[in-house]
């Protein structure tokens, strides 16, 4: 698996991402129906756009720390990973990991462990002590996934974005 940051002026200023990237992304997003009616980002989790998937990853960049990575194998998108370097909430410290979909097509490959793995590799490397992470409380899935992967809870609080009711997970990356 290759893993390469989007470049942060990809989207600045009005920028389209390149169309075979966002039409990668968007069947990456669109694969994950289930998710997406959980989480209820997109209005309609079966229709989702490019220009939704586009301006959702705007959002996300708009963060100072923001980053996205893209996972590929065998020249394929299998999955993107958005990291905080600081979460948006002054208090919090330690770097976050905002986002970890692999494309349905691909899951139970191994992709999602990885990329998990390289983004704490990166922010070990980095020097940061802990990773933190917020999953929907109704995502009984991604929590067994998370859990699997030696993250603890740490709180139960609404997300900043939509008040959703969350999880907070975090592991030392000692």
Not at 21 to 33: Q, R, V
Not at 70 to 92: F, M, N, Q, W
């Given at each position: 698996?290759?893993?390469?940051?989007?470049?942060?002026?990809?989207?600045?200023?009005?920028?389209?991402?390149?169309?075979?990237?966002?039409?990668?992304?968007?069947?990456?997003?669109?694969?994950?129906?289930?998710?997406?009616?959980?989480?209820?980002?997109?209005?309609?989790?079966?229709?989702?756009?490019?220009?939704?998937?586009?301006?959702?990853?705007?959002?996300?960049?708009?963060?100072?720390?923001?980053?996205?990575?893209?996972?590929?194998?065998?020249?394929?998108?299998?999955?993107?990973?958005?990291?905080?370097?600081?979460?948006?909430?002054?208090?919090?410290?330690?770097?976050?990991?905002?986002?970890?979909?692999?494309?349905?097509?691909?899951?139970?490959?191994?992709?999602?462990?990885?990329?998990?793995?390289?983004?704490?590799?990166?922010f070990r490397t980095a020097?940061?002590?802990?990773?933190?992470?917020?999953?929907?409380?109704?995502?009984?899935?991604?929590?067994?996934?998370?859990?699997?992967?030696?993250?603890?809870?740490?709180?139960?609080?609404?997300?900043?974005?939509?008040?959703?009711?969350?999880?907070?997970?975090?592991?030392?990356?000692?």
């Amino acid at each position: 698996m290759i893993v390469e940051a989007l470049a942060p002026k990809a989207l600045e200023d009005g920028a389209a991402l390149p169309g075979p990237l966002l039409t990668e992304l968007t069947a990456l997003y669109a694969s994950n129906e289930e998710f997406q009616q959980l989480s209820g980002d997109f209005p309609d989790p079966s229709d989702i756009r490019p220009e939704q998937v586009a301006a959702a990853l705007a959002d996300e960049l708009a963060q100072p720390t923001a980053e996205v990575l893209l996972a590929r194998s065998e020249g394929r998108l299998v999955a993107v990973a958005i990291t905080l370097g600081r979460h948006p909430d002054p208090g919090e410290t330690e770097p976050w990991l905002g986002l970890l979909m692999v494309h349905g097509d691909e899951r139970r490959a191994g992709h999602g462990r990885r990329l998990a793995a390289h983004v704490e590799d990166r922010f070990r490397t980095a020097g940061r002590t802990g990773l933190r992470l917020a999953v929907l409380e109704n995502n009984p899935e991604a929590l067994a996934f998370w859990t699997s992967l030696g993250y603890q809870e740490t709180d139960r609080r609404p997300d900043l974005a939509h008040g959703r009711a969350c999880v907070v997970m975090r592991k030392a990356l000692a």
